[in-house]
Each structure stands twice: as structure tokens, then as C-alpha cells.
């Protein structure tokens, strides 16, 4: 497909097609629009982690052991 045609099925201009083609920057909608246009929007799917992580799961992986406080005994 050239850039004619991915431009013209995306609804952008070539020169758009071809800045975000180099790497020269773009809009997340652009973007979309492009992949869409591609049939490629499944290539969204790597952008996401396999497993989330949880904020408080990380934290809690961080934060030390409390300190284990021992009974006195009492005479």
C-alpha cells in the first residue's frame, strides 16, 4: 500500500502518513486513524503489560519488614 493510499483510507495527508512513517511525531488519533487504515490496530495490544501490576501490590513489595517487637517476660 503507498502512502496515497494509507493517507487517503485514513483520512490525513501523506505528509502526515510519512512524518509518522519516520518517526518525526504524531497524534495518539493519527495514529489510530492509521492503523485502522492499515487493518492494524491489533498492534495496540503490545503496548499493554501481559499482567498489570497493582500500585499497592508494588508498594507493599517495597516497603521493609516491620520489626518483630519479642515479649518481656515478667519476673
Do not use: C, F, Y
Not at 4 to 11: H, K, L, P, Q
Not at 38 to 57: G, N, V
Amino acid at each position: 500500500m503507498t502512502v496515497a493510499e494509507v493517507a487517503e483510507r485514513a483520512e490525513v495527508s501523506q505528509k502526515t502518513v510519512a512524518n509518522l512513517e519516520h518517526g518525526r511525531g504524531s497524534t495518539l488519533n493519527t495514529l489510530i486513524k492509521v492503523l485502522r487504515a492499515l487493518d492494524a490496530e491489533s498492534w495496540l495490544d503490545s503496548l499493554t503489560p501481559d499482567e498489570p501490576i497493582s500500585p499497592i501490590a508494588l508498594l507493599e513489595q517495597q516497603r521493609p519488614e516491620p520489626r518483630k517487637r519479642g515479649r518481656r517476660s515478667r519476673d
